[in-house]
């Protein structure tokens, strides 16, 4: 389609926007609107509201240096109620061109008290000239609720707003919709069209703080819509998935008996139903690619070794990959243990065997002698062979893509392994399924019996000393106390600055000057993973008080005796992860204390410790991080596989993902006709795989 207005330089500028087709930009929705219906006059406002007014340029002045716009722009604008507003832009030397006197704007901002001047006034007010020019009709930028786009770079939300209005002027208009016509109906949405054209130009009666919270009927039929596509997608992904040959393993009597003997203790209610989860699905002849949530310390290892012993007592093997060596080691101990009552050979394979050792190694996994190999991915790289995988237990997703899932399949005997995917770093449900695309979710929202929760403080570096000595009151106790550094590890070194304080010379401080009486060891990541093991070792088996350690103990760590935990600099952590180290506490029965330690804090900071000090609920901690983060970097961004959306916010409107989920799931599942499916993989195939990249729905 031919669109007057669009030259090469703009088509450009678009399209480094991702509005290539028309169809991007009629689904390019305003992040805000504003009422131009009615605007106030100038006399009539009030310091402290936000304000659309419509007025003149009546004079203008630059202020301070005039090169590189350093200057301080000032404007004075009028309108009919001869009132008198003030606008200034900091930096803003290069308005001096463009709001020239007699010039026509719509301003839209907060309104001040400027006592400078004793007028009122806006700092920063947006923006937008009303005057006639070659994207004219002002009929559309005044007198009605106004939609504002986010600009492309040059491209203004004034040509935005003109160039999707031809667009609407100039498509027929039809009743197809691509949405299938029950659900349409069931939900009441409108039709696409008629929700496009009120999304861009809402009609005079629309309420614009609704459509500002993303909440008319036109927004929220586009936005289940968008999640609707998103999820079917999923959906059919999965059922795709799902048709590939798999081991079914038995469950038998004897399973039962030898998980009974294994385990140490009674299984939580919520460890039950997710073993029956996982079982159920081991049992099925497809792989199962399963994500098992839960918060530190909910006992996810414990039923990883219960689908373990299935897949061993089936006659398989059991591969555990864990992303740092150190956690592969914790993990080994810990399932070795475990499986030593059964009988079961578990071996380590990590980057430090010897060659002759790996060699050894590789052979009793080759012959089936080894039953359950732990290592770090470094087990997918090598030429290591496995009799009979049957199962791989990846502990943290984030670091666990597609990629490794394919190289696993190639271990498998011809039969893809089930995948069970351990995480610390819980979301709500709705948001995991979907990012986690082809993922099924199994939670485990409750901890061990007996958990005391844990007294969390926050303690401004100055009185650090303080935090010194209740520690050495805890150890007096018999206790023992982690102090954990933010020293970045192996390849980021370099982001190492020197504010930062290294953990071994904090090791050194601690153990000489603050505590030569008590025994202070050091942990961190550039040490030898024999150093490293005899460290953990010495302090799992109470021979050290006090653990210096960088973020090495993030996972998996397990030292019930351990009941404080001091983080410094704590500003410097995520929130997942700063909880994620508190959990290594709070693991016996006596009262555990975490202190997070910082240096002073601006509002962002302060909430995001004032999170932690207050809540211990890991999903609320993880949604709060997202919010204060965005889901983008949350996630880290593209390679997390969270889709970029037009009109939809997976967080702001997670009750409708939710809702569009369910819906998803229920038509792929039981669509009314094999036509009425069919048309929506073409559609998907044909509209949204080209947008978020998703291959191979059909
Ligand atoms: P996660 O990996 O989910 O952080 P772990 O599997 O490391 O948690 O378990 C934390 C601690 O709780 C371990 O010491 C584990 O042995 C113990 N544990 C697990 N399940 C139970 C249970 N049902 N009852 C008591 N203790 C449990
Ligand atoms: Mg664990």
């Given amino acids: 389609m031919y669109l007057k207005g669009v030259g090469p330089g703009r088509a450009a500028m678009l399209e480094a926007k991702g509005l290539k087709v028309v169809e991007d930009l009629l689904t390019y929705a ?22 659309t007014v419509i007025a003149e340029v009546r004079s203008s002045k630059t202020s301070g240096f005039q090169r590189k716009n350093l200057g301080m722009f000032q404007a004075t604008f009028t309108d009919s109620s001869k009132a008198v507003l003030v606008g200034k832009w900091f930096h803003g030397a290069y308005l001096a061109d463009v709001l020239v006197p007699g010039l026509k704007v719509a301003l839209y901002g907060k309104v001040e008290f400027d006592s400078y001047s004793g007028y009122l006034g806006m700092m920063h007010p947006e923006f937008e000239i009303l005057a006639e020019d070659e994207d004219g009709d002002s009929s559309l930028h005044t007198g009605r609720i106004v939609p504002v786009y986010a600009a492309a770079g040059k491209v203004t939300t004034r040509v935005l707003r003109t160039l999707v209005h031809r667009i609407l002027e100039a498509i027929p208009q039809t009743d197809e919709d691509p949405l299938p016509a029950h659900i349409r109906e069931r939900m009441k949405l409108p039709e696409r069209m008629s929700a496009l054209r009120t999304l861009h130009f809402p009609p005079l009666d629309s309420d614009v703080r609704l459509l500002n919270a993303f909440r008319s009927a036109a927004q929220y039929r586009l936005i289940f819509e968008e999640f609707f596509w998103l999820e079917c997608g999923l959906e059919l992904k999965r059922a795709k998935a799902r048709l590939l040959p798999g081991v079914p393993f038995q469950l038998t009597d004897r399973v039962r008996e030898r998980i009974k003997e294994m385990l140490p203790f009674h299984p939580t209610g919520a460890q039950k139903r997710v073993l029956a989860e996982i079982a159920h699905n081991m049992s099925e002849p497809h792989p199962m690619y399963r994500l098992l949530q839960g918060d530190v310390g909910s006992g996810k290892t414990l039923v990883a070794a219960e689908a373990a012993i299935i897949a061993i007592e089936n006659g398989y093997q059991v591969a555990m990959l864990a992303p ?48 359950v190999v732990v290592g770090t991915h470094a087990l997918l790289e090598e030429n290591v062979a496995f009799k009979r995988l049957g199962l791989a237990i990846v502990d943290e997703q984030h670091r666990f893509g597609v990629e490794q899932r394919q190289k696993l399949m190639t271990k498998g005997d011809g039969m893809a392994p089930d995948v069970l995917v351990m995480t610390a770093t819980p979301i709500p449900r709705t948001l995991a399924l979907t990012v986690y695309g082809d993922l099924d979710v199994s939670v485990i929202d409750e901890l061990p019996p007996g958990r005391q929760p844990i007294v969390t403080k926050h303690v401004k570096q100055d009185s650090v000393e303080q935090v010194y000595s209740f520690m050495q009151e805890q150890i007096a106790l018999g206790r023992q106390a982690f102090v954990i550094y933010p020293v970045i590890e192996e390849s980021e070194a370099q982001a190492q600055t020197k504010a930062m304080k290294a953990a071994a010379k904090m090791h050194e401080h601690l153990s000489v000057v603050v505590f030569p009486t008590l025994r202070v060891g050091l942990l961190h990541g550039k040490m030898k993973p024999a150093e490293k093991e005899a460290a953990m070792e010495k302090f799992q088996r109470g021979e050290t008080d006090i653990l210096v350690s960088t973020t090495v103990v993030e996972v998996g760590v397990d030292v019930p005796n351990a009941t404080l935990m001091v983080i410094e600099q704590a500003e410097r952590f995520g929130l997942a992860q700063l909880h994620q180290l508190r959990g290594r506490v709070g693991r016996g029965g006596e009262q555990s204390y975490c202190i997070l330690v910082t240096e002073k804090l601006g509002d962002v900071g302060r909430e995001r410790i004032r999170t932690l000090v207050d809540s211990s609920d890991g999903f609320y901690i993880a949604e709060m991080d997202m919010k204060l983060r965005g889901p983008g970097e949350f996630f880290g961004t593209k390679q997390s596989g969270l889709p970029m959306m037009n009109i939809g916010n997976i967080l702001r409107d997670a009750d409708v993902l939710e809702i569009a989920r369910n819906e998803a799931a229920a038509f792929v599942a039981h669509p009314p006709t094999e036509d009425d499916l069919k048309r929506v993989v073409t559609f998907i195939r044909d509209h949204w795989q080209r947008r978020y990249g998703l291959v191979q729905v059909g």
Avoid at 327 to 347: E, P
Wanted: net charge positive.
């Fill in 30 to 51: 305003p992040f805000r609107y504003e009422d131009r219906s009615n605007v106030k006059a100038l006399r009539d406002l009030a310091p402290g509201e936000m304000a």
């Fill in 324 to 371: 740092t060596e150190i956690l592969a080691t914790q993990h080994y101990f810990y399932l070795k243990k475990l499986f030593q009552k059964l009988g079961y050979v578990t071996i380590l394979v990590t980057g430090s065997s010897t060659a002759r050792e790996k060699l050894q190694l590789k052979k009793l996994l080759a012959e089936g002698l080894a039953h």
